[in-house]
C-alpha cells in the first residue's frame, strides 16, 4: 500500500476509477451487517438468550472477531499474496456465508444448538481477517493518494449507515418478544445477502503483479515494524485503552437486557441508535481533527471514555429516565469510537514506513484487535465466573456487579493516561519515522 498502488490507479481512466469505487462501497455495504451483527449489535445478544446461553457467553460472542483479527490478520495479509487477492475474499465469502446461515439453524440441532452456535460464530469470526487480509490491497489500488482520505470516509458513513438502517428495520420489525424462528430467518438472510459480495468484488480491477508493492519477507517486515519505536508504542497505548474501554457498548447490552428488562426490540433499536452515533463520529472527525489537532482529540477521547463509565456506574434514576440516559451515553461513547478510529488511521498513516506500510498497519491493528478481545473476554470471565457480587452496597445505595465493571473501566482508562507518553502526537519528540499530515 505504497508508491506502486497510486501508480496502478493511474493508469485507469477517470470512468474506470469511478466504476471500481462504486463496486467497493456496494460489496462494503451488503459484507458488514453480518460483521456489525455479531460484534457491536444486541442481535446476536438477543438469540443466544432465547437459547438459553449464559451473559457470559452474550459478551464472549462480541469479542469473537476482534480474537480472530488478532491471532490471524498479519498471517493472512501474506497468505492473501500467494493465494491471490480475490480468491482469497471469495474464500472467505463462502466461509463467512455458510457459518452465518448455520448459526441462523442452530435451534433445529436441539440439545446441539448451543455448540452449533459457538462454533458457527467462531467460524464466522475467523473469515474476517481473512477477507481483509486480502480487500485492503486489492481496494488500495484503485484509489489514488489524493482521493484517500474523502474516499474512505465516504465508504465509512455508507457501509454505516446501510448496517444502522437495517438494524433499525430488524429492531422495528420484531417488536416485543420475538418468536425464534424470526431471528432465525433474519440471521440466515443476513448471511445470504452478504454472500453478493462477491459479485462487485470482482469488478474491482486488480493491479497486475508488475504494478504491486514488492513486499519484504515476512519477519523482516515484521522486525522493521517492531523496531520502529514510535509505531510499537502507539501500538501498546491503544492496547491499554482498548482493554479498559472496548466492553462497555456490549456489557451495557447486556446490562438492559439482564438487569433493566428492557425488551428485545428496543435493545435492538438503541444498538441501531449506538451505530448512529458511530457514523456521526465519523462525519465530524476530520473537522474536529483539523481544529483540534490529533493532540487534543486525543486527549479529549480518552477523558470522556473515562466519564462515560464512570457515569453509568454512578447512575441511579427512575426506569424509563434510566433507559433514556444509558442510550444517550451508548450514542456518544460510539461517537467517541469513530473519533478514536480515524485518530488511529491517521496516525498508523504517519508511523508507517514506506515499503512497509501493509505489515505495520497490521501489526498496529493486531494490538487494537488484541485490546478489545481481551477487554470483553475478560468482562465476559468476570460476569461468569462468578468472582464479583452480584449485589453490593455502599454510602445507602446498591450496586451490581455490572456497575462494578463499570467502575473498574473508568479507572482503568485514567490510569492508561500514564501511556500516553507513547503517543508520537501527544510527545512527538523522537529519532525514528513520523510524518503526520
Not at 482520505?149 to 455508507?158: C, E, N, W
Not at 465530524?284 to 473515562?306: D, E, S, W
Amino acid at each position: 500500500m505504497t508508491e506502486h498502488h497510486p501508480v496502478f490507479a493511474e493508469t485507469l481512466t477517470t470512468p474506470e476509477r469511478k466504476a471500481a469505487h462504486r463496486s467497493i462501497i456496494f460489496s462494503a455495504c451488503l459484507s458488514s451487517s453480518p460483521s456489525i451483527m455479531l460484534s457491536n449489535s444486541a442481535i446476536i445478544m438477543v438469540f443466544v438468550s432465547m437459547l438459553g446461553m449464559t451473559d457470559t457467553f452474550k459478551m464472549f460472542t462480541s469479542s469473537m472477531e476482534a480474537f480472530s483479527t488478532t491471532l490471524l490478520l498479519i498471517p493472512c495479509a501474506f497468505l492473501a499474496d500467494r493465494v491471490g487477492w480475490k480468491r482469497l475474499l471469495h474464500i472467505s465469502t463462502i466461509i463467512a456465508t455458510i457459518s452465518f446461515v448455520v448459526l441462523g439453524m442452530a435451534p433445529w440441532f436441539y440439545s446441539y444448538a448451543k455448540t452449533i452456535t459457538w462454533i458457527s460464530c467462531a467460524i464466522f469470526a475467523m473469515s474476517s481477517p481473512l477477507f481483509n487480509g486480502a480487500w485492503m490491497p486489492l481496494i488500495d489500488g484503485v484509489i489514488l493518494k489524493e482521493e484517500r482520505g474523502a474516499f474512505f470516509s465516504k465508504l465509512r458513513v455508507t457501509w454505516q449507515t446501510c448496517c444502522m438502517s437495517y438494524i433499525f428495520l430488524i429492531g422495528y420489525l420484531i417488536g416485543n418478544d420475538p418468536p425464534i424462528w424470526l431471528l432465525q430467518i433474519i440471521i440466515m438472510v443476513t448471511g445470504i445477502i452478504s454472500y453478493f459480495r462477491i459479485i462487485f468484488v470482482r469488478k474491482i480491477p486488480e493491479a497486475p503483479s508488475g504494478l504491486r508493492e514488492k513486499r519484504p519477507e515476512f519477519f523482516t517486515a515484521l522486525r522493521t515494524s517492531a523496531s520502529n519505536a514510535p509505531l510499537s508504542g502507539f501500538s501498546v497505548y491503544l492496547f491499554c485503552l482498548n482493554l479498559a474501554s472496548q466492553a462497555t457498548i456490549p456489557l451495557t447490552y447486556v446490562y438492559l437486557i439482564s438487569y433493566l428488562n428492557v425488551s428485545e426490540d428496543t435493545v435492538v433499536i438503541i444498538s441501531s441508535l449506538t451505530l448512529a452515533g458511530t457514523i456521526f463520529g465519523c462525519w465530524i472527525g476530520g473537522p474536529l481533527l483539523k481544529i483540534f489537532g490529533t493532540r487534543n482529540l486525543l486527549l479529549c477521547i480518552h477523558f470522556a471514555y473515562a466519564a462515560v463509565n464512570l457515569t453509568l456506574f454512578a447512575l441511579d434514576l427512575e426506569a424509563e429516565l434510566m433507559k433514556t440516559t444509558v442510550t444517550a451515553l451508548l450514542v456518544f461513547y460510539g461517537t467517541l469510537v469513530a473519533l478514536a478510529s480515524i485518530i488511529i488511521t491517521v496516525e498508523t498513516f504517519a508511523l508507517a514506513r514506506p515499503g512497509n506500510k501493509a505489515m505495520a498497519i497490521a501489526f498496529c491493528s493486531t494490538f487494537v484487535s488484541a485490546g478489545s478481545a481481551l477487554s470483553r473476554s475478560f468482562t465476559s470471565l468476570a460476569i461468569g465466573s462468578g468472582i464479583l457480587a452480584p449485589v453490593w452496597a455502599w454510602g445507602g445505595r446498591e450496586f451490581t456487579h455490572f456497575q462494578t465493571i463499570y467502575l473498574v473501566c473508568g479507572v482503568a482508562i485514567l490510569l492508561a493516561c500514564m501511556m500516553l507518553v507513547l503517543v508520537p502526537a501527544v510527545v512527538p519528540k523522537n529519532d525514528n519515522y513520523y510524518e503526520p499530515s
